[in-house]
């Protein structure tokens, strides 16, 4: 028998959980943390250490090996000793790279923390994704993934602001505040009463994460085609991230505080549309939004190489994250919606470090095509790639979430003893 569609109010879609309220304050402190550095480390490695922007992005390419490489243990490492105890550990372990920040003099050991922050990153993502979902029930998967999105954009649009502030003091200062926050951060973690997850029971494997991937592709083809979208959106980001703003600098002329501008702009737009549609994913489906909203960013992205002012750049970033705040839930939750629970963990590990190897791609052809062809060669090229990313789901992945006929799962009581999970 069908159930009638929901109609959620935000107040009861956020209503899950004591500990899901947790996880959401640590992520808006770990984005903080995050957020302190992104406009600080650029000029520190120029003034303090004395590099050029090749060096630096040496720098940020050796933080995408390391983190795709990290990878091949961490999801297996999230399901097998828990994900609260994977997300507390790579916190720690970015609060010491980022003190060691005030104390290094050249490059080589910017790119040594580098390499350590890729191998943290790796620890957190694909275990805070299992523990999100762990902690939902599955009819509020898409509004979780929104509040999750949310959560380190609140971090994200206020970090660089007071980044900036402090660094006037000093950069130090700065190392300081931002490692601070992530050991706080850490701490909260352990706060979360995360369900056990039951295992399998296979010994610890680099490779355990692929066979997990392999199983859940069996059960749902669908996994495949999202994971390929994956790898093509990871050579979309190694382009974006450092293209653009290379881009909006040597042709437009903008100025570092127009370029921070922009940015801000981009997240508070992403921060305000992503909760909402991660909402509306829950009532109405994955697949609209992915599809319209990859779109609009093609769209936003492409028009740069026409933009000619400050102005137009603005209305373009917004323009283009409200794209992603439509998209990005429901891919989250689209993922979730064809794992099986006790793998979450290696499975989300395996297709990050296939994400992971995409930006390895995109930083190697940012370089190459930016020096050699033009400098609008890299906005095209990644404006196809999302155009690709957006077909793949429009031709080989059917809706996930089937809301008229969807059972709502109940979240374990963590202060009775848990029933097992029958194992496939």
Known sequence: MTEPKQKYSFKEALAISRDFSILLLSLVIGGLGFGILSPILPKYAEEVLHTDASGLGFAYTLFAI?????????????????????????????????????FIT??????????????????????AFA??????????????????GTAQLIGALSGPSIGGFVAQLGYNYAFYVAAALAVTCSLLVWQIRAPKVVQVGEKPSLMAIFDAWRRNAKQSRALKAITTRGFVMGIVQGLWNLGLILYWYDK???????????????????????????????ARGRRPFILVGGAIMVAGLFLNVF?????????LVAISDFGGAMSNPSVGAMLADVMSKDERGRV?????????????????????IYDNVNKEAPIVLCSFALMAATLI???????THVVAQEAEESVPEISVVEQPELSK
């Open 106 to 127: 050249n490059v080589y050991q910017l790119a040594v923390l580098r390499i350590l922050e890729g191998i943290g990153a790796a620890m957190e993502v694909p275990a």
């Open 393 to 399: 789901i429009a031709l080989f992945v059917q809706e």
């Open 131 to 148: 523990l999100v979902i762990d902690l939902v029930p599955e009819s509020k998967r898409g509004i979780a993934m929104g509040a999750e």
């Open 307 to 315: 933009a000619t002012n400050v102005w137009h750049v603005f209305i």
């Open 348 to 368: 989300m590990g395996a297709y990050q470090m296939i994400q992971a190897v995409g930006n390895v791609v995109g930083f190697a052809l940012l370089g190459y």
């Open 252 to 282: 437009i002329g903008m100025s570092e505080a127009e370029v921070g501008l922009a940015m801000t702009i981009g997240v508070l737009t992403m921060m305000l549309g992503t909760l909402p549609f991660g909402a509306m994913s829950d």
């Open 66 to 102: 390391a983190f795709a490489a990290a990878m091949l243990p961490a999801g297996y490492w999230a399901d097998k000793i828990g994900r609260k105890q994977m997300i507390a550990g790579g916190l720690m372990l970015f609060g010491f790279t980022t003190l060691a920040l005030a």
